[in-house]
Each structure stands twice: as structure tokens, then as C-alpha cells.
């Protein structure tokens, strides 16, 4: 049975790729497995269905044969753990991989999105402007070791893995701000995953929810 992803039925980073079910989507297309998209609105999504499946009322969620998951870690987990393409097969490899992934969302992540949540929630106050190179540079420390680690090689490890999917997914959440370009091989290293035409794919099927959307509107 093909599995069930959850996305913005209108998505506001409009169908850039940034909204999460983008993980997603790009983890089925590189392990060549098809899924089915259940689009929710934000109000169906702090409904009681919905939070059924997700705790935190949030997209994406997964239904997979009986499993259901929130946290897009997790489900990239469980699609690569399932399918051959996004971990090593020798343990310690596969071990390197998942810390990856863990590295992405635990160290690298945290910084970004308190630097875009606070454009939102306080953005108007007084304290923002002088906020904001602090948290710049906070951001900036990591991806200046992030960008000692990767040196001149195309990925994290070895080969391509999940690790790559989710760290190349958090620093395009930091777009915008000019922090990516001043690390010429973190730019390399989104261009060459964005290149690859699982991501592709992927972003042009969450692209295409957006444009959907749109005619509707019109
Ligand atoms: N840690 C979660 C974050 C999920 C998340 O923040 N989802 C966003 C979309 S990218 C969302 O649903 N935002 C709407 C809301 O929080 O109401 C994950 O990685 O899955």
C-alpha cells in the first residue's frame, strides 16, 4: 500500500521547497518509492483528526502500513531504513549517517529557525535590530564548522545519504539571509543536492501545489 504524506494545502513559503513535507517528498524520490499527499489546510490541521496524528497539529505527517509518524526526522528514518538509497549498508557508516541527520536538526536547525521565527513574533520591537547579528552570528559559527568539516568533498560522508537530505533541507531554510554564500562550498554543496533529480522531482510536485492553488484562487 502506497504510504500518505501530509502538506500545506496553501503553503507559505509559497512552493519554494521550504515547507517540511519537502523532506519528504525528496526521500521517497531518492529511494524511488511513490507516495500519496493529503493537503490540510491550517485549520484542519489543529483539528482533532489531524492531531491525531500529529501532536503538535503541524505538518508533515506519515502513514505508512499501519505506522504513523510526525517529526520529519523520524520519517526520513523510516523511509531509509525501509528502502535502499539514502543509508550505507556497513554499520558504521549507516551509524554516521544518522548522526548526520541528528547534527541537522539538533545543531544546525535550532539557530535558523529562531532567527526566522523572531522576524514574526518580534520583528516590531524595538530590541529586534540589535537581535539580529547576534543570532547571525550564531548561525554563522556553525556553518563555519560545518564548512571546515565538508572541505572540498561533495558530501558529509562518503556517499549521499539521509544525513545530506536533511542538512542540505535546513540550510536552504536559512536563504534569505546571505549567511549560506559566505561559505562558497556550502553553496556548492545545496547547488549539488538541488541538482540531483530526485530533489527535482520533489520540488517540482510541491511546487505544483502552489500553482494548483493559485488557479483555484483565481
Ligand atoms: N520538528 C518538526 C517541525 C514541523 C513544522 O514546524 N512544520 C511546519 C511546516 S514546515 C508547520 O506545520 N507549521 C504550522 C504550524 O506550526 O502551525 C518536523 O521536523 O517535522
Not at 513535507?21 to 525528496?26: G, H, K, P, Q, Y
Not at 535546513?170 to 539571509?177: F, K, N, P, Q, S
Amino acid at each position: 500500500m502506497t504510504a500518505t504524506i501530509t502538506a500545506f494545502a496553501s503553503s507559505p513559503d509559497r512552493g519554494r521547497g521550504l515547507a517540511r513535507d519537502m523532506r519528504v517528498r525528496w526521500a521517497f524520490e531518492e529511494v524511488g518509492q511513490p507516495y500519496d499527499v493529503r493537503l490540510v489546510s491550517f485549520k484542519a490541521m489543529k483539528e482533532t483528526a489531524h492531531m491525531r496524528l500529529h501532536p503538535f497539529g503541524q505538518i508533515p505527517t506519515l502513514e505508512d502500513r499501519g505506522i504513523q509518524l510526525f517529526e520529519t526526522g523520524a520519517i526520513i528514518l523510516h523511509i531509509a531504513e525501509r528502502h535502499a538509497g539514502l543509508l550505507p549498508d556497513d554499520a558504521a557508516s549507516r551509524a554516521r549517517a544518522i548522526a548526520w541527520m541528528f547534527c541537522a536538526l539538533n545543531t544546525i536547525e535550532p539557530p535558523i529557525v529562531e532567527r526566522e521565527q523572531t522576524r514574526f513574533t518580534e520583528g516590531d520591537k524595538p530590541w529586534h535590530a540589535e537581535r539580529v547579528p547576534l543570532m547571525d552570528d550564531r548561525i554563522r559559527t556553525r556553518l563555519r564548522q560545518l564548512s571546515a568539516w565538508l572541505g572540498d568533498r561533495d558530501w558529509l560522508e562518503d556517499v549521499f545519504s539521509a544525513g545530506d537530505l536533511m542538512m542540505v533541507m535546513v540550510l536552504r531554510r536559512a536563504e534569505g539571509t546571505g549567511l549560506i554564500d559566505e561559505f562558497p562550498n556550502l553553496t556548492a554543496y545545496v547547488a549539488r543536492a538541488e541538482a540531483r533529480p530526485a530533489y527535482q522531482r520533489a520540488y517540482d510536485a510541491q511546487h505544483a501545489v502552489f500553482v494548483a492553488a493559485g488557479d483555484k484562487r483565481r
